[in-house]
């Protein structure tokens, strides 16, 4: 299995904000060992150096290649799935997936077409709440409780290796085909609606509530939570989301036609 790969080709592996150069080498080092070839560097603090391809140890065209965004957001706009990795429970409560599983489904996606990021956070920090709202689940490598540091690039060769496996276990044909990710092939509107597509209706779907005084002077903040991961749990294609952003503009039309005539 190798970078040319259909699947492999749309999987891409995004470090979050990364504090120190050498690691987005010896990550790029990780990836390209298992057949992984796009890299995706979020507003790291330092832009690659010698050092980093001083760890890349012959990975030059990972790193060298790689894409630089400011924003999570923006990294991943076009993505269908975006698993965030995460050391530890957050008060964010997404579906938590252990490694193999995760790679089974992101490599399931990429079979039928879907573009699918894992997404890495700082050495220190990790994700951000923020951050971990904008992924479907999250991943959880079962270290040893009793010492469960894990180096960055280190949790980065764990899932290039899971999804090596899932990629040749999909390429001999013995994986387990995920049956609506295969028939979203011949349709792309039952594609798993993009991240971009996502915001846009979190976006239109917040100032619904707005418009509508849902919220009736509490805050916000909590019901959106809740209300994104309902949805991102459902898994909408590209269709339900156009058929769901329709209702919502019916709603702020008569909330607007209510309201003029106060």
């Known amino acids: 299995m190798n970078p040319s790969h259909p699947a492999a080709q749309r999987l891409r592996i ?5 504090q120190h150069p050498g690691n987005m080498g010896s990550a790029a080092r990780a990836m390209k ?3 992984l070839a796009r890299l995706v560097l979020v507003a790291p603090e330092k832009r690659p150096n010698e050092e980093s391809y001083a760890l890349a140890a012959g990975a030059d065209d990972v790193l060298g290649d790689a894409v630089i965004c400011q924003t999570l957001a923006e990294a991943v706009a076009d993505c269908r ?3 965030g990795c995460t050391a530890r429970s957050r008060r964010v409560q997404l579906e938590e997936l252990m490694p193999r599983e995760a790679a089974a489904r992101a490599v399931a996606q990429a079979g039928a077409g879907a573009e699918v990021a894992l997404v890495f956070g700082r050495e220190r920090t990790g994700l951000t709440n923020d951050e971990l709202q904008l992924c479907h689940a999250s991943v959880h490598i079962p270290a040893n409780p009793d010492y469960s540091s894990l180096n960055l690039a280190a949790a980065v060769q764990v899932l ?3 999804l090596r496996l899932a990629l040749l276990d999909a ?3 013995e994986g387990n085909a995920d049956a609506d990710a295969a028939a979203a092939q011949e349709d792309p509107r039952e594609l798993p ?3 971009a597509e ?3 209706f979190f976006a239109q779907l917040a100032d619904t509530l707005d418009a509508i005084d849902f919220h009736k002077g509490r805050a916000p903040e909590s019901a959106m939570r809740k209300l994104r991961r309902l949805y991102l749990r459902a898994g909408l294609d590209v269709r339900e989301v ?3 952003r329709g209702i919502l503009a019916d709603a702020q039309r008569m909330a607007m036609l209510a309201g003029s005539k106060r």
């Open 160 to 162: 290039s290796y899971e």
């Open 33 to 35: 060992t298992m057949g």
């Open 198 to 200: 996502l915001e846009g």
């Open 242 to 244: 156009r058929i769901l």
């Open 81 to 83: 799935m975006v698993l």
């Open 193 to 195: 609606a993009s991240h």
């Open 171 to 173: 390429a001999s044909g």
């Open 14 to 18: 995004v470090l979050v904000g990364t």
